[in-house]
């Protein structure tokens, strides 16, 4: 499965209804999620974001946490129909920053976030679309990206829930500055799952010049 379109499908569909059912928004989750987000942003207290937008929301663990961390306005783009529901029935995020859409086509304007980040998102862009995807999120964000995700120091494609073509690694920061080479890394790090809970994850922050 490496078409993109088939990919999106089955994201929208039953594949990423199980993957919501899959991840709970708990108190443990969300907590995690809100440890991970103070170190990242510890690296910008300094002229911290006004707003962020999570590309790739599922139900919107990330989103709870940094609720509890920052009173930035908050996004969303979430191409799953019941995640959406979601998010906005447990009132993470109003309807009117909540977007079906997806990384290659986000509907905002150019330099309409402070923040824009991905979250275990880039690793399920098909590579021949991830050039796309990138320059997007670097459109839509005026100051900073961030990127969580699985590291390999070469592009491989992992069997991922039984399936091929759904899941890539590669060096997801390492990209930023190739395509990119004016972003200021700020900092990056790895979440490490026995001392933080989280899946062992890689990240990195960028400023925009």
């Known amino acids: 499965m490496t078409d993109g379109t088939a990919l999106i499908d089955a ?13 709970r928004a708990t108190e443990e989750t969300v ?10 942003l510890s690296h910008v207290k300094d002229n911290p974001p006004a707003s962020i937008l999570e590309v790739g929301a599922n139900i919107g663990i990330n989103l709870r946490a ?7 306005e908050l996004f969303a783009v979430e191409p799953n129909a019941s995640a959406r529901e979601r998010l906005v029935a447990d009132e993470v995020i109003p309807q009117d ?3 079906d859409a997806v990384a290659t086509e986000l509907p905002l304007d150019d330099v309409a976030v402070d923040l824009v980040f991905t979250s275990g998102v880039l690793i399920h862009v098909p590579p021949e679309d991830l050039e796309t995807a990138y320059g997007e999120i670097n459109r839509v964000a005026a100051r900073y990206i961030l990127s969580i995700e699985y590291f390999s ?12 073509g759904l899941l890539f690694k590669r060096d997801f920061g390492g990209m930023w500055l190739d395509l990119f ?3 200021e890394p700020v900092a990056n790090g790895f979440f490490w799952r026995r001392t933080t809970g989280l899946d062992d994850i890689n990240w990195w922050l ?4």
């Open 206 to 209: 960028f400023r925009k010049p």
């Open 66 to 72: 940094l609720v509890r961390l920052t009173d930035a």
């Open 11 to 23: 994201w929208k569909g039953e594949f990423g209804d199980d993957y919501l059912m899959r991840n």
């Open 31 to 40: 907590g995690n999620a809100a440890h991970a987000f103070t170190e990242i």
């Open 97 to 99: 920053r909540l977007f």
């Open 153 to 164: 120091p070469k592009p491989v494609s992992i069997p991922y829930r039984g399936h091929e």
């Open 181 to 183: 080479p004016g972003l």
